[in-house]
């Protein structure tokens, strides 16, 4: 039996990627999986070949509609769906509208649905795919990494919150994972995250790892917590790194 044997998850943006390596990973543990993504075909792909409940549609809307499918109530909820955004300080209102809205309101939205209950009970736990960029941040993708920083932000803000109440809260900051929004960041992402990118199944590794030892930061590239400290403590030295990688690209 599992860690999780019976308990009821739900992963948002599982339709591949990190998103289904965690669906996988919590099935495997027993876990009772509901597969959200806004492409039908390939939430029900994934279920299908998990054994789990495919619930395609707005990551917005899937933390109220799970229990009907679960039978009960949802015990871990995977923010996972997420936009990657390119674009800089003059991208359309509409880019940056919309990775607000999913990088950050869908995990808000969530939240406001699944707390009552958690409070309530004693126990809960939110996971939040946040990034690197979170932390840190990404070239050429301004709507990207200022909403996952908010992403972050709001993660921090529910662990500090109700801890002590026993809601366990997971922000996971990868760099570079081998899936469609690694292709999607184009050169940028050629540049500074395709060299040290790993498989979606790391980061389900590295966020199991980090449940285990009640985590709230999880860092599937352990290196991220050296350039979190230099941006820190040398904020001058970090900027100035990255303008460095920023002028490479630009010359590329």
């Known amino acids: 039996m599992g860690a999780f ?70 015990d871990v ?15 359309d209102e509409e880019v940056w509208a919309a990775a607000w809205d999913t990088n950050v309101m869908a995990h808000v939205r969530a939240a406001r649905t699944l707390l009552p209950h958690w409070l309530e009970r004693g126990r809960g736990r939110f996971v939040s795919t946040v990034s690197a960029a979170g932390l840190l941040t ?26 002590h109440r026993g809601v366990d809260v997971h922000a996971i900051c990868p760099q570079g994972v ?30 199991f790892a980090g449940m285990a030892e009640d985590r709230f930061l999880i860092l599937p590239h352990p290196e991220v917590a050296d350039y979190y400290r230099t941006r820190a403590t040398d904020p001058d030295r970090w900027l100035g790194s990255m303008n460095h990688l920023q002028r490479k690209w630009e010359g590329a």
């Open 77 to 91: 909820f995977c923010a996972n769906a997420g936009l990657s955004s390119p674009g800089d300080a003059f991208a």
């Open 5 to 74: 044997e019976g308990q009821a998850v739900v992963v948002t943006g599982a339709g591949g990627g990190i998103g289904a390596a965690l669906a996988a990973r919590f099935a495997a543990e027993g876990a009772r999986v509901v597969v959200n993504d806004i492409d039908e075909g390939r939430a029900a792909e994934v279920a299908a070949r998990l054994g789990a409940t495919a619930l395609p549609g707005d990551a917005s809307a899937v933390a109220a509609a799970a229990p009907d499918v679960l039978g009960g109530a949802v």
């Open 138 to 163: 990404m070239i050429g993708a301004a709507p990207y990494s200022v909403t996952k920083h908010g992403a972050l932000a709001f993660a921090e803000w529910l662990s500090l919150t109700y801890r």
């Open 178 to 207: 081998r899936t469609d929004m690694l292709t999607a960041a184009g050169s940028a992402g050629e540049l500074v995250l395709a060299p040290t990118a790993i498989e979606p199944e790391d980061v389900a590794d590295a966020l």
